[in-house]
Nanobody, 118 residues
Framework: VQLVESGGGLVQPGGSLRLSCVAS????????MSWHRQAPGKERELVAI????????NYVDSMKGRCTISRDNAKGTVYLQMNSLKPEDTAVYYC????????????WGQGTQVTVSS
C-alpha cells in the first residue's frame, strides 16, 4: 500500500500549487480521501476532505475559497489545488485515506513540503 504525494515546493505569497497523491495497493474508490497539514510546532490539521465518489467536499475555514480538492478514481489520485497562498500555509502536506466502511486499515502518505515565502 502506498500514498505518494507530489507537487510541493517553494512559492511566493499569492502563488498557486497543485498537490497530487497517487494511491496504490487498495481499492481507492472505497476510501474517503483528505489532505492534512502540519506546520512546525503545531498539530496536524485537516485541510480538505472529499467523499469516495467525489460528490461531497469540505474545507477548513482558513482555506475556504482558496483551495479545491478533487479526485480521479480511475487514476487512484486525489488533488489539492491551492491558490492565493499565504506564508501561514507553510507546512508539510499529507494525504490520508480512510475506508468508507470497516474493518479496514487507513493510510497516510509521507508528506510533501509547501513553503510560502518571498
Amino acid at each position: 500500500v502506498q500514498l505518494v504525494e507530489s507537487g510541493g515546493g517553494l512559492v511566493q505569497p499569492g502563488g498557486s500549487l497543485r498537490l497530487s497523491c497517487v494511491a496504490s495497493g487498495f481499492t481507492f474508490s472505497r476510501y474517503v480521501m483528505s489532505w492534512h497539514r502540519q506546520a512546525p510546532g503545531k498539530e496536524r490539521e485537516l485541510v480538505a476532505i472529499i467523499s469516495s465518489t467525489g460528490g461531497a467536499t469540505n474545507y477548513v475555514d482558513s482555506m475556504k475559497g482558496r483551495c479545491t480538492i478533487s479526485r480521479d478514481n480511475a487514476k487512484g489520485t486525489v488533488y489539492l489545488q491551492m491558490n492565493s497562498l499565504k506564508p501561514e500555509d507553510t507546512a508539510v502536506y499529507y494525504c490520508y485515506a480512510r475506508p468508507v466502511v470497516g474493518p479496514a486499515d487507513d493510510y497516510w502518505g509521507q508528506g510533501t513540503q509547501v513553503t510560502v515565502s518571498s
